[in-house]
């Protein structure tokens, strides 16, 4: 075998013998909106719409994925409040270029003043304020 043949073996076997590393990235949505009112989210990848999705006060969506080779990414639209008037877009999730991400969980909650974010070790942050519309 050639020195290439024997280094691709190599990875592979320390890679395939890791059950962590192919745990995939995870997005979750939470709404902390008062009662009555409406969460609308819709995400799209370079490969996937992933649809309108409404939750209530309370509830919860997520999806979990896998990183490409090239790029990762969810860019997302969510609208609150009456006709759903209050509107944000963001990137929900983004990989590095060239850099596979497995097990990271993003975790977006949705408030009155905006949308805030963490990966779950720390308090959420705002990142976004609503726009009206």
Request: net charge neutral.
């Amino acid at each position: 075998m050639n020195r290439l043949s024997c280094f691709l073996l190599t990875i592979a076997l320390i890679v395939g013998s890791s059950n962590a590393i192919w745990e995939k990235n995870s997005v979750h949505f939470k709404s902390s909106l008062r009662p009555g009112n409406t969460l609308k989210i819709h995400c799209t990848s370079n490969d996937d719409d992933l649809g309108v999705h409404l939750l209530s006060p309370g509830q919860t969506y997520d999806f979990s994925f896998h990183d490409s080779i090239l790029k990762t990414y969810f860019d997302c639209t969510l609208n609150q409040g009456p006709n759903f008037a209050f509107h944000v877009s963001f990137t929900a999730y983004k990989s590095g270029g060239g850099l596979i991400r497995y097990g990271k969980t993003n975790f977006w909650d949705a408030r009155e003043d905006g949308m805030y974010f963490t990966h779950g070790q720390e308090a959420p942050k705002l990142e976004y304020k609503w726009t009206h519309v």
